[in-house]
């Protein structure tokens, strides 16, 4: 049995997002004159395996949060967002 | 005890070997070595593995360590902190200088060495500035003007006056240096007041400029910076691509503006590159 956490990188605000506003650019250059602005972000899809059949889920997410800060945000221009999809 | 030099790789860097020869062509190729991260960790047979102590300092070359997944320099930054975090700071506590070039600075970004407030460092510091994309969202590749601020607080800059203005290549995605608008001015004051600022971008006039000039859209234009105590330096803008005259894209054209004496052009083609003396810096730094 493993568990399915989603794990969502985005930029926090006031931080400058070029590739989000180049695409926006993009889309209204092709005709999409509505769109009022493009944000990118990221996600990790992290398959996890719980230590025991009984793993509980705060433990997970606590697992999962020491992996935001330790490799996949950084805290000055990044906010996270961690979601279990499957259990 | 000879000088060593350690020239750290992992899969994706690229330039450990450019690095190297700078090293080289000043004489230093016995000090200089080439080490993969794991002889550092000790996953590797007996004779292979090093010890990071050994050296006295440390090169964090450009490339795209790790294939530059998650974010630049994030994957090798935690790789190290996780493996060889107590040597790096006993490393950095002894004196010992480190530099980062390109994929290097943001390493030591992501580590949280640079620009490394809080003098103490009992242990690695938290993050806190960025090296994130550039505001024009692509790969900026081509030779950028730097003026060197240092007051004489970096090593790898002793040698170059201030305000002196430096051509070196700059080829990066993720270089603007940035710090979150709530600690901006305090950050930048703090770097001011430590004489950690090293290099900023200018323009050919000299003077503070914005694109293209300023490649990325660092804040306060800012190219390099150095530790507060003045050991660790890094920068986006690659030195040992700018060691000799000729590797400035526009030498041949103006060696053949420069006069009829073919001979003598030749002959200086050798001549320094403004990267060579960061390198000639710290050797003469090490030395002493």
Redesign the interface.
């Known amino acids: 049995m493993t568990i399915e956490v989603d794990v969502t990188i985005k930029l926090k605000h006031g931080v400058t997002d070029p590739e989000g506003e180049n695409t926006k650019k993009a889309l209204s250059l092709l005709g999409f004159k509505n769109v009022r602005s493009v944000k990118t972000m990221k996600t990790f899809r992290i398959e996890i395996e719980p230590e025991k059949e009984s793993g509980d889920e705060e433990k997970v997410k606590h697992e999962v949060e020491e992996m935001c800060r330790k490799l996949l945000a950084n805290p000055v221009i990044h906010d996270y967002e961690i979601n279990v999809v499957k259990w | 005890m000879p000088v060593k030099i350690c020239i750290l790789r992992i899969e994706g860097t690229n330039c450990e070997l450019e690095t190297f020869l700078s090293f080289k062509r000043l004489g230093a190729a016995a000090a200089a070595e080439i080490v993969h991260l794991k002889q550092l960790i000790g996953a590797v047979k007996e004779r292979e593995k090093r010890n990071l102590k050994d050296y006295d300092l440390l090169v964090i070359p450009g490339g795209f360590s790790s294939g530059d997944y998650?974010?630049a320099g994030?994957?090798l930054a935690?790789r190290i902190?996780?493996a060889l975090g107590k040597e790096i700071v006993d490393f950095v506590r002894t004196g010992n200088p480190i530099l980062g070039i390109c994929n290097g600075f943001q390493v030591l970004v992501?580590m949280g060495l640079l620009p490394g407030f809080g003098a103490a460092h009992e242990e690695i510091e938290?993050?806190?500035?960025?090296l994130?994309?550039?505001?024009?969202?692509r790969f900026e590749c081509r030779p950028a003007f730097i003026k060197h601020e240092n007051r004489g607080n970096c090593v790898f800059t002793r040698g170059i006056e201030k305000g002196r203005i430096l051509k070196m290549p700059c080829a990066h995605a993720e270089g603007k240096f940035?710090?979150?608008?709530r600690n901006r001015e305090t950050y930048i004051q703090l770097l001011e007041e430590n004489d950690q600022i090293v290099f900023r971008y200018v323009g050919p006039d000299g003077n503070y400029a914005s694109y293209p000039w300023n490649p990325n859209?660092s804040i306060y234009n800012i190219a390099g910076i150095c530790s507060p105590e003045g050991n660790i330096l890094g920068l986006m803008p690659h030195p040992e691509r700018a060691f000799y005259a000729f590797m400035d894209p526009e030498w041949s054209r103006s060696a053949r503006g420069r006069g009829k004496d073919g001979e003598k052009e030749k002959g200086d083609a050798y001549g320094d590159g403004d990267g060579k003396k960061i390198f000639e810096a710290v050797l003469n730094y090490l030395r002493l």
């Open positions: 998650i974010r994030a994957i935690a902190k996780g992501e938290m993050q806190q500035a960025a994130t994309t550039n505001d024009s969202a940035f710090i979150d608008e859209g």
